[in-house]
């Protein structure tokens, strides 16, 4: 069987909730105890300065490391928790279960629920990502959207190398691998498995499972 544990697709050593992925089989698997996690944070949101205009619904549930840039008009709402220098741009929204690590961007429009950023992780213009999880330096071209729905509301399967594996997962996006990079109006299908280092041209429908340092055009 093709390794699909976490360590295939992250490197964990600097990502502050590695935890979150202990005896995980499957990256998908962390979305359990991340949420587990969010239920427990007490939220410092309406401690902090913030601009006028920003939009905080349970913000007793919203934890936002130092550094952050939440612009006005963005709407966050929780359980969120914010990595140190996140910046949430102007009209994001954030739809709750959401963590980032360090310096991840989540842009004008973009709307993001049930999702992980690792470290740097960028979707900073028009973006939809739903139940998925974005490595270490991967970024979304504008327009881009992580699928996490099967038309017909079934369970989502992941199919690699002619075998197929329950996700037990009604809703899963995408698994992107640290260093993915995907151009501009790219949309993966439910349960999409990157390796890292993949680049996707824009304007690309795919889903399965590809390969590290794959170019799909």
């Known amino acids: 069987m093709q390794d699909l544990s976490p360590d295939f697709f992250f490197d964990l050593s600097r990502f502050k909730h590695k935890n979150l992925f202990e005896g995980c089989k499957f990256p998908w698997e962390a979305f359990d105890k991340m949420q ?40 966050i709402q ?13 009209a994001a929204y954030i739809r709750g279960q959401v963590m980032t690590g360090e310096r991840c961007v989540i842009g004008h429009t973009t709307e993001v629920k049930n999702a992980l950023f690792l470290n740097t992780a960028h979707a900073a213009h028009f973006a939809y990502i739903g139940d998925s999880i974005l490595g270490n330096n991967t970024n979304l071209g504008a327009g881009t959207k992580l699928a996490n729905l ?37 949309v993966s299908n439910p349960g999409t498995l990157t390796g890292r ?13 590809i390969p590290p340092n794959s170019i799909i055009k």
Do not use: M
Request: hydrophobic share 35%.
């Open 36 to 75: 587990k996690f969010l239920s427990k944070i007490k939220g410092n949101a309406e401690e902090l300065n913030l601009p006028l205009g920003v939009i905080l619904v349970h913000p007793e549930s919203i934890f936002i490391e130092e550094d952050c840039v939440i612009e006005p008009g963005a709407y």
């Open 78 to 90: 929780g359980p969120c928790y914010l990595g140190k220098g996140t910046v949430v741009r102007h």
């Open 197 to 209: 280092n993949t680049k996707w041209y824009p304007c690309i429908n795919r889903g399965g499972f």
């Open 150 to 186: 099967k038309l017909d509301g079934s369970e989502v399967f992941i199919r690699c190398n002619g075998e197929k594996i329950s996700t037990g997962r009604r809703k899963l996006g995408a698994i992107l691998g640290d260093g993915t990079q995907i151009g501009c109006n790219a």
